[in-house]
């Protein structure tokens, strides 16, 4: 893929760390039932190592990969970790139902910047068909999180998500009423497939999702992308690696290069992935030696 050329910072924008491996949802495109890997919940030890290492960074934490964020009742006691750095921000994607009043006010105290529901429905129908949670509990703890960050005037900014499914097309229209007419943000995402999960042979495409951002699992170990679900492409473990040294080592570096050739093939994990199938790369330009970059 020549002509494409990515930066790649000296430390990350983004940090996705799974605190937990637990989801309580079904959601028949999710590949989550099927992981293997433990301890249910990370030890607070790892996640305090991290943290340490990238105090003052002025990282965006995401606590969550494969897995409910609020399946780890600790969760707030986290966003206060987190936040005690005041460079840091905090972001979520979750499915709602356990971002009860109680969870919610926890977590407008400790200084959450951003929170995304995945909600994916407007009717009960839809919605246990795609999700199989509690479609009632949603909807209140939804909007109840909408209605206190307005009460509180809170900054956060709050995103209610539907993925664009065959045959909801007049739904999407209602989602996007009801939700904005209560102050949220609507956001329509392409459902996609995660690697090796129907892709059957490579792309030869460059890869966005390693541009900036790393991804810690449940118990240490960090791999190339969050949508390795089944741990092809372990690049190191936190446990007894510096977080910044593995973002900037020689693995890292080589698959990184690999990817900006195209070279998704050379790599098992993304040998089966199609993300950013349509994007055009040729559009890619930039300088290779800027004073705060690495390239792989």
């Given amino acids: 893929m020549s002509g494409f050329i990515q930066q790649y910072q000296k430390t990350p924008r983004y940090m996705q760390i799974e605190t937990t ?6 959601c028949w495109f999710c590949p ?3 992981a293997t890997r433990r301890p249910l919940f990370m030890d607070m030890a790892v996640l305090d190592k991290i943290l340490a290492e990238t105090r003052g960074l002025g990282i965006t934490y995401r606590p969550f990969i494969l897995n409910e964020p609020f399946a780890d009742k600790r969760m707030p006691e986290i966003v206060k970790k987190i936040k005690s750095d ?3 921000r905090v972001e979520f994607n979750s499915n709602g139902e356990l971002v009860t009043p109680a969870v919610a006010e926890k977590l407008f105290e400790a200084g959450v910047d951003v929170m995304r529901f995945s909600v994916d429905g407007i009717t009960k129908k839809t919605f246990d068909e795609t999700r199989g949670i509690n479609f009632d509990k949603v909807y209140a703890n939804v909007g109840n999180f909408l209605k206190r960050a307005q009460e509180l005037k809170h900054p956060v900014e709050i995103e209610v998500r539907m993925i664009r499914l065959p045959g ?4 999407q229209k209602d989602f996007k009423k009801y939700w904005e007419e209560r102050g949220a943000n609507v956001v329509f995402t392409d459902l996609y497939s995660y690697p090796w999960e129907a ?9 966005l999702k390693v541009a900036d951002e790393t991804f810690v699992y449940v118990d240490g170990r960090v791999t190339l992308c969050c949508w390795d679900s089944a741990e092809r492409e372990v690049v ?5 690696e510096n977080i910044i040294d593995i973002w900037n080592g020689e693995k890292l570096k ?4 690999l ?3 195209g070279d998704r093939a050379a790599i098992n994990l993304c040998s089966r992935c199609d993300a950013y199938k349509n994007v055009d790369f040729s559009k890619f330009k930039g300088e290779l030696n800027t004073e705060n970059s690495v390239r792989a």
């Fill in 254 to 257: 080589s698959l990184r290069k």
């Fill in 259 to 261: 990817l900006d050739a």
């Fill in 168 to 171: 909801t097309e007049d739904e």
């Fill in 236 to 240: 190191g473990d936190v446990k007894t």
């Fill in 21 to 26: 491996i637990v989801c309580q949802a079904s």
């Fill in 199 to 207: 892709q059957t042979e490579a792309i030869q495409k460059p890869c």
């Fill in 86 to 88: 005041p460079t840091a």
């Fill in 32 to 34: 989550q039932k099927k």
